[in-house]
């Protein structure tokens, strides 16, 4: 019988027969019957009053149907009315209500499908918060308590994603085991809980890289499989994820019988998943990664192919917006298979399409997003290498930070000064969040490889493309600090954070460490899962990388930490002048020059008769002799009987070599500074000998240039007669130990170690 439409009955009546339509629907799985569902809600809704206690129950029983109809047509309107019902459901119910918390997780899941359509992490913060109030609003005995548990491991996985917050992955982890404990075996959701619980902790593998969580991982994602129906609409998730699964394992093992598997479940996968479904596209991405990692191994151009032509049809299917962060890591992905693939072909036509594909990936993300620096980088690379093929400047403009070396010695042999500077200065800014000493030694021995001569290059640079002489000085300055940092770690920053802040020191060399130990001046170039199940090394680069900057602005507010890991301003070096001129001498493979720090200014001077082979030739004696201190090289040269006396000890042809490596040292390089700064004035040397320190580095770190020039009987043509020499690795170490206060204390005895001189008689006063 048909109720008329203000029949006070007529909504509990639709909504009965709404529910049996929506049981069917379960049972058949057919849009029809779902869609006569919807319709039968929609008017049920309509024919209960606003104030009705039923009413909540059947908005929300609405809001589900739409939600479900949406996952089968994908359109959005069904999306947005859905979204629409759960919150005026919500909105009715008290946080007493015993149906609250089932809302509020239903009104969840539909944000939940809006946050995969569009990205937003407005919608992802959204979804945690729903399932944060519906786990506090049910008991423990709650019937869906495992759910809202599942749901809430899976956003704070995906929040994982977003941040990179190690706790947030290991919330995951924790939600979804107790989700897989409480949820009933056979229950339709089963399959779908223990594949959210297997990628939290692949991910956490990814971090660790325990075996025993990627086994873990692996059990899960199986057993999954396993407990889907064969017309679960889910089940090419969990065939993919096992496929994912099985890759991980055969990057860490190498068997081919797990590549093998990883390819049959990523097949299988797409097979089992419906053209419109969204995560179609995703399936096809990974399993062109399956073949691109397979390609890695064994080099054969099929599997590039199949790789390449996969990722092409992840890109056609896919069916989400242009601009989201998927559809940049689909664009991604096809560059840099194209950019393998023009390694081995040569072919330009396979590097344009690289370029332009990797270049609307840089596009369609945010200058946020944690993969966006990847992007650069390779896309990077693809200009380094099109202007290898077509030697166009512009292309060197856009190089990526790896090249930037490569790139600025191109700059300089076409004299390209500011360019060369711009690149030069952006790696040097980057030094110090790559230079680690916790590294292992070959590590540290290729950062310090990597650092050597960047600075000395810097500064010949920077003064030809006409910035100061404070900014070369500086520069210089810079690397030198943290290679010296890096190998005695004494007088530095991070030394001096560790005495005063040391668990702030602890923060920053624990981020600092991280972001070494990731490579950051290696890059990347390789192929990347999608998102939800692959935790980028990227992102987490990047995060750790963003914590790194963050710390250290905190860190240059503290009292005297406000040039933490900068260089000393130009007021800073000069008062180190004050009590003793200083001297820095740079050497490159383009010229030889040295700063002269005296009288409240900062000057440069050329030394246009050092070259740098010149340095390697005098420096050859030192590999076969000790240094001896300046007293005993003026003894032994200025008297032939100690050079008689003294040939058990040295080689006639180093000794030779000796006097004339510092003569030459003398005149090359002494001689023109001393003279440059009025210290050679006087013909007798004087009582008291002003103090000059020399800062050296590299091969030049090896002269001994107190003990330069000749010693013989008068002469004064030697760095002894005019100035007493003192050295130290860098102005910033001067600058600190000068700042250091001095404990004021009675101090009536020192201790003086030395090494006993030949042909001299014991000091008095000493005990040998």
């Known amino acids: 019988m048909t109720l008329p439409p203000k029949h006070r009955d007529r909504g509990r009546r639709l909504a009965n027969v709404a529910t049996k339509q929506t049981k069917l629907y379960k049972e058949t799985k057919t849009l029809g019957d779902l869609e006569q569902a919807v319709d039968l809600l929609r008017a ?50 008290s946080g ?14 539909a944000i939940w499908d809006r946050y995969h359509l569009t990205d937003s992490v407005e919608d992802l913060y959204e979804f945690l918060r729903l399932n944060r109030q519906a786990l506090g609003n049910c008991t423990l005995d709650h019937p869906r308590r495992f759910k809202f548990l599942n749901d809430m491991g899976a956003g704070l996985g995906e929040q994982y994603m977003k941040t990179g917050s190690l706790q947030d992955l290991q919330d995951a982890v924790a939600f979804g085991q107790a989700s897989v404990d409480e949820t009933p075996d056979g229950h339709a959701n089963q399959a779908r809980h223990l594949a959210n619980l297997s990628v939290a902790i692949g991910d956490r593998y990814l971090v660790n890289g325990s075996m025993d969580d990627l086994e873990s991982a692996m059990f899960y994602a199986k057993t999954a499989v396993d407990k889907a129906t064969a017309n679960d609409r889910e089940r090419g998730r969990y065939l993919n994820n096992l ?13 081919t019988i797990d590549w093998q598997a990883a390819l049959d479940s990523g097949k299988a996968a797409v097979a089992a998943t419906h053209s419109t479904d969204l995560e179609r596209a995703v399936y096809l991405d990974n399993l062109a990664k399956c073949y691109h990692d397979r390609y890695k191994e064994l080099g054969t151009s099929d599997l590039l192919e199949e790789a390449i032509d996969h990722t092409r049809a992840a890109m ?24 393998v693939r023009y390694k081995d ?61 490569k790139a600025a010695n191109i700059a300089i042999e076409q004299q390209e000064w500011q360019l060369a500077a711009a690149y030069l200065s952006e790696c040097i800014d980057l030094v110090p969040k790559i230079s680690s000493r916790s590294n292992s030694h070959d590590d540290l021995h290729r950062v310090l490889q990597q650092l050597s001569g960047l600075g000395s290059i810097a500064a010949w640079v920077y003064l030809r493309a006409g910035r100061s002489i404070i900014e070369s000085l500086q520069a210089l300055e810079q690397c030198r600090g943290i290679i010296s940092s890096l190998i005695m770690d004494s007088r530095s920053d ?16 624990g981020l600092r460490d991280a972001v070494a130990r990731r490579g950051l001046l290696n890059g990347g170039g390789t192929v990347s899962f999608e998102k939800n199940h692959y935790v980028s090394e990227s992102l987490k680069l990047a995060h750790d990388l963003k914590s790194l900057e963050d710390l250290e602005v905190e860190i240059r507010k503290l009292p005297s930490f406000d040039r933490f890991q900068l260089p000393l301003t130009e007021n800073e070096m000069l008062d180190l002048s004050k009590q003793g001129p200083l001297v820095s001498v740079n050497m490159t493979d383009y010229g030889c020059q040295a700063f002269l720090l005296a009288n409240d200014c900062i000057r440069r001077v050329e030394l246009l008769k050092v070259t740098s082979s010149d340095v390697i030739k005098h420096i050859s004696w030192r590999v076969l002799k000790d ?142």
Not at 706 to 730: D, F, K, M, Q, W
């Open 44 to 93: 049920a809704v309509e024919a209960t009053p606003l104030d009705h206690v039923r009413r909540p129950k059947r908005l929300n029983s609405l809001g589900v149907s739409l939600g479900r109809l949406y996952r089968h047509n994908k359109s959005e309107s069904h999306l947005a009315e859905a979204i629409d019902r759960g919150r005026e459901a919500t909105a009715i119910v």
């Open 96 to 109: 007493s209500h015993a149906d609250r918390a089932t809302y509020l997780s239903d009104l969840g899941i």
């Open 243 to 255: 496929a994912i699964r099985y890759l991980e394992r055969y990057i860490r093992t190498k068997s």
């Open 316 to 339: 056609r299917e896919s069916r989400v917006s242009q601009d989201h962060t998927n559809q940049a890591r689909r664009s991604f992905n096809l560059g840099t298979t194209l950019g």
């Open 345 to 405: 072909s040569g072919q330009i036509d396979d590097l344009q399409e690289s370029i332009g594909r990797i270049e609307k990936a840089v596009n369609r993300c945010p200058k946020n997003f944690p993969e966006r620096a990847r992007y650069l980088h390779d896309l990077g690379v693809d200009f380094y290498d099109r202007f290898q093929k077509q030697q166009d400047l512009h292309d060197v403009r856009l190089a990526s930070p790896q090249g930037r070396d």
């Open 494 to 509: 991070t030394s001096l954070l560790r005495e005063a802040h040391p668990e702030i020191a602890a923060r920053y060399c």
């Open 627 to 768: 240094e001896l201190s300046s007293r005993d090289l003026k003894h032994i040269l200025s008297s032939s009987q100690a050079s008689q006396e003294s040939k058990a000890h040295q080689d006639t042809s180093t000794q030779n070599a000796m006097i004339e490596s510092m003569q030459w040292l003398w005149k090359a390089l002494v001689q023109p500074i001393l003279a440059e700064m009025g210290l050679l004035s006087q013909t007798v040397p004087p009582s008291s000998l002003p103090c000059l320190w020399w800062i050296n580095s590299g091969e030049m770190a090896l002269l001994p240039f107190h003990a330069a020039g000749s010693h013989g009987p008068e002469s004064t043509e030697n760095t002894l007669s005019h100035v007493s020499s003192s050295y130290i690795p860098t102005m910033k170490m001067l600058h600190h130990s000068r700042k250091r206060e001095r404990a004021h204390r009675v101090i009536d005895k020192i201790l003086v170690v030395t090494m006993l001189s030949p042909l001299l008689a014991q000091a008095p006063n000493t005990n040998l």
